[in-house]
């Protein structure tokens, strides 16, 4: 009598396969192993909030039963009859299933359970009733067993037999309650704030704390679903719980945890995988979609790519045959699980258009403007200490962080121009706060304007790029840059700035590996402008990029490539070691990096004639080097490695043009 899977409501844990499976073990074994589930059972803590009366029985029937189990383990069965031994098979499977369904509701949202309250209730019936059935076929008549353990085993048959499903009538009647706020957010009535409590009283969530465990487990909750419904009142749950957090307890004071923990949704210090970065933008792709070649590349990287006039595959070098981006949907669901698993937010890309999680979901977007609206007047009316308006401020950031429809609601509200003077805070947290709120906001298209408009902002930004208080405000400032350069007018906008040169450049020295890479994604959108190019050249972006290449050589690379097709050969040819450099990457680098320094050698011996190819060719062991990654690289290694052979076989056979150009005679002249 093995129980469907479908008994189980998808929730944040998953039953094991072997719950599924009778055990295959000898008679004595399988009593033992009875009597350690019913103990494991019996000793679990019964729910508090919803389905109290329902597991409460549950652990006390598993209770009675470890004294069965017991009373054979003493009486030494050393023989079970096959129809015995079946039905003691099919009852561990059983209490497998309670065991595991009492820790999946404990573990798991308290919100959601209430609102499953008929479902799961349904599920405990259903196994109460395969645990009746299992003991009325209890073979009593093969076994010696005292006559008060009998009539204990006839009491929990009784127990067992319910005609329905056990309902508690305080449970149905706060689900109604949470339904009916529901529903009043959606015509965008404010909750009452007195009934709000007594709701998050009853659930146990009576602080911040674990309302922001909550709103994780009801997070968990909308990847295990299937049935969009159910996401979408997921969805709704969570906008409820967030406004319920900030009304009640108010802003809070950031976890140690969380302070460790890198809240800027695009920019980690995890290591990406090769495949997962965009080879435009060297970031995690939120949204990958496949070009005209067979390339992927992240949605937001190869539309500025195009829109800045290219009409080529920039990993391929290839004409696109058409301008179509066709979503590429299995990395998609690969990435998320990636971000699942190290802790790492992930959600579409802010394109202009809102995600239809929340756009279809009025009752979450209404919260959601809720929740802004309250954090922003509360910032705006505050005239507070520096650590009760930081307070604030790091609830928008955490707020700004989760999805496109908070960063729009939060700038929507106001906040812009009430984070600008913060910027210039003494404090250092705040500093920190209001600039990575900024950063997310960004992210968001419709914000970026709002943030070059707004008087001060940018400003304020670069201010902390060039003084900022901490390392991470600097970097996360550089962040910045680097999302708002994604539009081209302001690129070139930010590149025309010396201020902001300086100050990422001064980071990429300076500053920790963490805000270095910041630095350096800036100035590799930076430098998709040919002017900025120049401007980046004369503050010594060349000798800058071969000192990180051993630091950050993926990164390094990919800018000194972007500088040489943007007019930076000539001060890579002056540079008499980035030859040596990219050597080195081939032979020892990450795939990622191999591939990036195969690709800037290709680069700088076609824009650089014969010197370059003569320089490259003169390196000891280099035709060993390239054949090596035409073996064992990434497929553009690959290409980039079999196109710097023939380049370097013409230079050998004389077949390549040696005029030099006007610009080679600067290179000599700089040379000499």
Known sequence: MAISPQVFPPRKRRPSA??????????????????????????LKPLQCVLKKTSSSMTRKSKLLAVLFEELLRNKVSYLSPTALLCFEEMYIVLQRIKTLIEDCSNGSKMWLLMQNDAVSNSFHELTIDLSTLLDIFPLKEV?????????????????????????????????????????????????????????????????????????????????????????????????VRYG??????????????????????????????????????????????????????????????????????????????????????????????????????????????????????????????????????????????????????????????????????????????????????????????????????????????????????????EVLRSGSTWEAKGNAAAAIFSLSGVHSYRKKLGRKARVIKGLMELAKTGPTSSKRDALVAILNLAGDRETVGRLVENGVTNLVCELMDELPEEAVTVLDVVVKKGGLVAVA??????????????????GAREGAAAALVTICRKGGSEMVAELAGTPGI????????????????????SLLRIMRRWAAGHVDVRISISYFVVSKVKN
């Open 144 to 240: 010696e067993l005292h006559e008060d353990v009998k009539e204990l085993l006839i009491l929990i048959r009784k127990q067992s037999y319910e005609s329905k499903a056990i309902s508690d009538p305080r449970d149905e009647s706060l689900r109604k309650h949470v339904v009916k706020m529901l529903d009043r957010i959606t015509r965008e009535i404010v909750p009452d704030q007195s009934k709000l409590e007594k709701i998050f009283t009853k659930l146990g969530l009576k602080d911040s704390s674990s309302c922001r465990e909550e709103i994780e487990s009801l997070e968990d909750e909308v990847q295990n679903q299937v049935n969009e419904k159910s996401k979408s009142e997921l969805v709704s749950l969570i906008g409820l």
């Open 574 to 591: 002056a540079s008499h070691h980035a030859i040596k450099k990219l050597v080195a990457i081939l032979l020892e680098g990450t795939e």
């Open 18 to 43: 072997g719950s599924f499976i009778s055990p295959k073990l000898s008679d004595q074994n399988l009593i033992r192993s009875l009597l350690l589930l019913a103990e494991e059972i019996s000793n």
């Open 245 to 462: 957090k900030c009304v009640l307890f108010g802003a809070s004071t950031p976890r140690s945890d969380e302070r460790n923990r890198n809240l800027r949704p695009s920019l980690t210090d995890v290591i990406i995988p090769v495949d997962f970065r965009c080879p435009i933008a060297l970031d995690l792709m939120r949204e990958p979609v496949v070009v005209a070649t067979g390339q992927t590349y992240d949605r937001a990287s190869i539309n500025t790519w195009m829109e800045s006039g290219h009409n080529t595959c920039p990993k391929t070098g290839q004409i696109l045959a058409h301008r179509d981006l066709i979503p590429n949907l299995a990395l998609k669901s690969l990435i998320a699980m990636w971000c699942k698993e190290q802790s790492i937010p992930f959600s579409n890309p802010d394109n202009g258009e809102r995600s239809n999680a929340v756009l279809n979901n009025k009752t979450a977007l209404e919260a959601t403007k809720m929740t802004a609206s309250f954090l922003v007047n509360k910032l705006r009316v505050s005239a507070a200490s520096p650590e009760a308006t930081n307070r604030v401020v790091y609830e928008l950031r955490i707020l700004s962080k989760t999805d496109s429809e908070s960063r729009a609601c939060i700038a929507e509200a106001g906040a812009i121009p009430l984070l600008v003077k913060h910027l210039g805070s003494d404090h250092p947290n705040l500093q920190v706060n209001a600039v990575t709120t900024l950063l997310n906001l960004s992210i968001l298209g419709a914000n970026k304007a709002r943030i070059m408009e707004t008087d001060g902002v940018l400003n304020g930004i670069i």
């Open 623 to 642: 035709e060993r080097i390239i054949w090596g990654l035409m073996g064992m690289g990434t497929d553009r290694a690959k290409r980039k490695a079999a």
